[in-house]
């Protein structure tokens, strides 16, 4: 995905980033588990966390606007996609011993 490189690219679309790390922490989840290094359930644990701690940092946003109600703030993906990487990362640590 070439918004990877530079995820500040106006055309980069944020969802479409977030779907990409959601999707590469389930691969690292899976394996994982394979290895038993992980819980078969690790994965929604870690996504509720993250939904947990990116919807409290964002707790003073004004969510009453109807157009949250089909789309989410994008600080809200920002956080959600900083944290998949930080889970990403401990997961590539752990694949790795």
Known sequence: MECLNNETDEECNTEHI?????????????LLVKKKNAPKNSLPLIKKKIDK???SKNSLL?????????YP???IFL?????????????EI????
Request: charged content about 35%; proline content about 2%; glycine content about 0%.
């Open 18 to 30: 977030y779907f990409y790390y959601l999707d590469l922490l389930k691969q690292k989840t899976t």
């Open 53 to 55: 701690l990116c919807l």
């Open 62 to 70: 004004d969510l009453d606007d109807d157009i949250y109600s089909y």
């Open 73 to 75: 703030p994008i600080e």
């Open 79 to 91: 956080c959600e996609i900083k944290e998949l990487k930080q889970e990403i990362k401990q997961a």
């Open 94 to 97: 752990k694949l790795a011993k």
